[in-house]
T-cell receptor, first 113, second 111 residues
Framework: EPEVTQTPSHQVTQMGQEVILRCVPI?????FYWYRQILGQKVEFLVS????????KSEIFDDQFSVERPDGSNFTLKIRSTKLEDSAMYFC???????????FGDGTRLSIL | GQQLNQSPQSMFIQEGEDVSMNCTSS?????WLWYKQDPGEGPVLLIA?????ELTSNGRLTAQFGITRKDSFLNISASIPSDVGIYFC???????????FGKGTRLSVIA
């Protein structure tokens, strides 16, 4: 069964450094999403992306965050200057159409030191 | 914003027992999704519900979309050790695509 893949599985970064998290959505899916989950808490929406532009974003997704689809397969989340509170699991998801269920990757655990 | 309240927060059951958990909201949802998350992994979609009153099964799992569109339940019959994990309900906010998640029900199965 097709799946969303994310790399790396774990990223350790010094506070203030830039980090890029990578995702390969399911190939025929058109809608892409990033979510994060702070340890022990619920999954929270960050941003949705369709047709090479951001569709919606949450309050969490401030100017330090950006997303990009640099080629036909990858979807990236960049955090420009990481803060301690950015430590979390970051999940990429994709869906075939806007109201179709979203399928999640296994996440990248981001640890900020 | 819209919130989903899940209960119970956690449960310990004996292998072979049936399990029931639910999810409620103060506002209407047009879609209810149930996901399971294993430690260190991403949420895996179990069941999607699209119509009020809909009852859908996936193996030993059964979920229902409440008539009021403000609640849903998930039942697991004859639980097995691999059912251990956190079960999340989720739904799209205000008809848009971003999902809002509940805080989850942590299920532990005692063999």
């Amino acid at each position: 069964e097709p799946e969303v893949t994310q790399t790396p599985s774990h990223q350790v970064t010094q506070m203030g450094q830039e980090v890029i998290l990578r995702c390969v959505p399911i190939s025929n899916h058109l809608y892409f999403y990033w979510y994060r989950q702070i340890l022990g808490q619920k999954v929270e929406f960050l941003v949705s992306f369709y047709n090479n532009e951001i569709s919606e974003k949450s309050e969490i997704f401030d100017d330090q965050f950006s997303v990009e689809r640099p080629d036909g397969s990858n979807f990236t989340l960049k955090i420009r200057s990481t803060k301690l509170e950015d430590s979390a699991m970051y999940f990429c998801a994709s869906s075939e159409r806007v109201y179709q269920p979203q399928h999640f990757g296994d996440g990248t655990r981001l640890s900020i030191l | 914003g819209q919130q989903l309240n899940q209960s119970p927060q956690s449960m310990f059951i004996q292998e072979g027992e049936d399990v029931s958990m639910n999810c409620t909201s103060s506002s209407i949802f047009n879609t209810w999704l149930w996901y399971k998350q294993d430690p260190g992994e991403g949420p895996v979609l179990l069941i999607a519900l699209y119509k009020a009153g809909e009852l859908t099964s996936n193996g030993r799992l059964t979920a229902q979309f409440g008539i009021t569109r403000k609640d849903s339940f998930l039942n697991i019959s004859a639980s097995i050790p691999s059912d251990v994990g956190i079960y999340f309900c989720a739904g799209p906010t205000s008809g848009n695509t971003p999902l809002v998640f509940g805080k989850g029900t942590r299920l532990s199965v005692i063999a």
